[in-house]
């Protein structure tokens, strides 16, 4: 799976994956991470996620990073907002008042350029990678971060009965990626209403990192 894969996917809007509304996992849970106002939260991977508004309206700056550019100018366009495009070292810059979106790589995303990460926001990322991807991932991620909290959502099904994305994550998984670095904690696990694709057994997950 390469940068192809996910342009192609936007490319052909083959986005079901794609939420018309807030998840609700992050509505019910994100004032667990116990944030003051203005804080600084990273979305890695983001897409067009209507999250992205609503972390917006709950008065913290979000600072997303999304390999295809055209899923951020439907965001804008979507949002009725006119960005500032400027370039960054990792690819581009899309900017309004408490957002800022990086286009490009996520693995080349820099601690100088992202800045300071008050939390992250964990929608889909880690579950939209295959495994060898996801080591690399959650590595990546700390450094750049300085193992900053995280609210992260993950699924979990037989991957045998279906191929990802997204991936079925066990908390296995998670332990082995965040352990020496977090203590972990499962707020909530529901069924996944209507399941994913041609699978109904799906659960999802949200899960609470916080620094050790």
Wanted: glycine residues 6%.
């Amino acid at each position: 799976m390469d940068a192809n894969f996910w342009r192609e996917v936007w490319a052909e809007n083959n986005i079901a994956f794609h939420q018309s509304e807030a998840n609700p996992m992050l509505v019910a849970h994100f004032n667990e991470l116990n944030l003051a106002n203005g804080s600084r939260v990273f979305v890695p991977l983001c897409g067009k996620t209507l999250d992205i508004s609503w972390l917006i309206s709950r008065g913290h700056h979000v600072v997303g990073c999304e390999l295809s550019e055209m899923a951020i100018e439907q965001f804008f366009a979507e949002q009725g907002v006119t960005p500032q495009i400027t370039e960054s070292t990792s690819g581009k810059r899309y900017s309004t008042e408490n957002l800022d979106i990086y286009v490009g790589d996520f693995f080349d995303l820099t601690v100088e350029e992202l800045g300071h990460i008050d939390a992250i926001y964990d929608r889909a990322a880690l579950v939209a990678l295959p495994k060898p991807m996801r080591d690399r991932y959650a590595k990546h991620l700390m450094t750049l971060t300085n193992n900053a909290p995280q609210l992260m959502i993950c699924y979990q099904y037989d991957q045998t009965k279906m191929g990802g994305p997204p991936f079925s994550i066990s908390a296995e998984e998670v332990k082995q990626h965040y352990a020496d670095n977090y203590a972990l904690t499962v707020l909530a696990t529901v069924e996944v209403d209507g399941g994913l694709r041609e699978l109904n057994e799906v659960t999802e997950t949200v899960w609470l990192l916080e620094r050790r």
